[in-house]
C-alpha cells in the first residue's frame, strides 16, 4: 500500500508544482505594497496547500504499523494537521481582502445609493 500513498503524493507534489508556475506567471495589476503582499499571501495559501496535503501523504507512507497506525505511531505529526488548515485559512483571508479592496488601492467607503 505504500506505493500508493508516494504515487498520491507525487501527484500532489506535481500539482502544487504546476499551480505555482501557473500563479507566478499570472499578471497582477496592483498599485498599493499591500496589494502585493495580499497577494503573494494568497498564491502561497494557494501553492502551499498542495505541498502540504502531499506531505500528508508522504506522512501516511512512512507509517508502518497496521491497526492502530494514526494512534501509535503518527503522534509526533499529529501538529502537522494544522498546516493545511493555516494555508487555507491565509489563503481564504487573503482573497477576501484582496476582493474588497478598490482598484486604486483605497476602500470604497461611499454610501450605497
Not at 508502518?64 to 501538529?79: C, H
Request: glycine content about 8%; aromatic content about 14%.
Amino acid at each position: 500500500m505504500r506505493i500508493v500513498e508516494v504515487a498520491i503524493a507525487t501527484v500532489f507534489v506535481l500539482l502544487g508544482l504546476r499551480s505555482l508556475w501557473r500563479w507566478t506567471r499570472r499578471p497582477f495589476d496592483g498599485t498599493d505594497v499591500s496589494d502585493h503582499a495580499l497577494y503573494a499571501l494568497f498564491v502561497t495559501g494557494r501553492v502551499g496547500l498542495w505541498f502540504a496535503v502531499a506531505g500528508l501523504f508522504a506522512i501516511y507512507a512512512s507509517v508502518d504499523l497496521r491497526g492502530r497506525a494514526w494512534v501509535d505511531e503518527v503522534e509526533p505529526y499529529r501538529w502537522y494537521l494544522i498546516v493545511p488548515l493555516v494555508l487555507a485559512a491565509i489563503q481564504l483571508l487573503a482573497g477576501w481582502f484582496l476582493g474588497r479592496r478598490s482598484p486604486s488601492g483605497e476602500r470604497d467607503v461611499s454610501p450605497p445609493p
